[in-house]
């Protein structure tokens, strides 16, 4: 890392990632190009979202039809992935979660996981 430490205040990204680059408000590029993919969601009315998510939800599940799963959602073990596995399940869709050890995993996350799939049902086992 030869850049000099930085960090700005729209993320707690810095300059540990080695390909991180700034804009002149001090926007990261990850942010940048976030805000670019999803900007028209998260800039949208509240039933213009919902709107969007029923009809993510509808194509999904209308793809898979014929299928065991309509999506794959990844879960660390944490609050934020297990939020969005249990809110698929809210929408009536079928996901695979799908887990990974990259080598950070807690017995905290493996029974969080244990847990959550449990308590959702046998869904996301697979056959
Ligand atoms: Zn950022």
Redesign the pocket.
Known sequence: MNKPYQM?T????DTSAGD?QFDAQG??????T?LQKSGHIIHAEPAARRQQLDAFVARARHESQGKRYDCIVGVSGGVDSSWVLVRAVELGLRPLAVHIDNGWNSELAQSNIANLVQGLGSICTPT
């Open positions: 700005r729209r993320c707690v990204m991180i926007v990261c590029n990850y942010c940048t976030f």
